[in-house]
């Protein structure tokens, strides 16, 4: 129980962060996505269901919070803290790559799938500044904030008592 009160606090802090502070922040035409970060820490130090449910609580927060459309965060998220877990669990989670891997490719990803689903939604969006004008600023700031995120969360984490989820082993 103490574990997923952690995880909840921590992502529930990490989204009104975003909402409050770090959706201001602009750097170079980025805006470093703090909530995102925090969401693979935990995936991959507690696995795919521990991720998708954080990403899911994470992204209903943030939508709330920004009054956007509901649903379009935690889906992305959902699927992004699953694939983090998924990846954790499969390729060994002390690796010192991983986290920056995870966050280089999630990063992407989500931006990606956040203009694919606002344009499915009829939205009007534009694929040149998510892509190009901001996707390069916001990947490059979320690198930077990866270390010091991951940290705090393995620290949260190993605090709480909780084992952490194993690796599993690919047969065939």
Do not use: K
Not at 27 to 40: E, H, N, Q, R, S
Not at 104 to 112: D, E, F, N, S, Y
């Amino acid at each position: 129980m103490s574990d997923a009160l952690t995880v909840g606090g921590m992502i529930v802090f990490a989204a009104l962060l975003q909402s409050a502070v770090f959706s201001s922040l602009e750097v170079f035409g980025g805006t470093p996505d703090l909530l995102l970060v925090t969401l693979l820490g935990i995936a991959l130090l507690r696995g795919s269901v521990t991720g998708a449910v954080a990403g899911f609580v994470g992204g209903l927060v943030l939508d709330i919070a920004n009054m956007g459309t509901i649903g379009v965060s935690s889906l992305l998220l959902t699927v992004a803290g699953y694939w983090a877990g998924r990846y954790g669990e499969t390729t060994g989670r002390d690796r010192t790559h991983a986290p920056f891997l995870a966050v280089v490719v999630l990063t992407v990803l989500t931006a990606v799938g956040g203009l694919a689903l606002h344009y499915m939604l009829g939205e009007d969006v534009s694929a040149r500044r998510a892509l190009f004008d901001t996707l390069l600023p916001t990947l490059g700031l979320n690198l930077i904030i990866a270390a010091p995120v991951f940290a705090l969360c393995r620290r949260l984490l190993d605090r709480s008592g909780a084992r952490t989820v194993h690796e599993v082993r690919v047969l065939g």
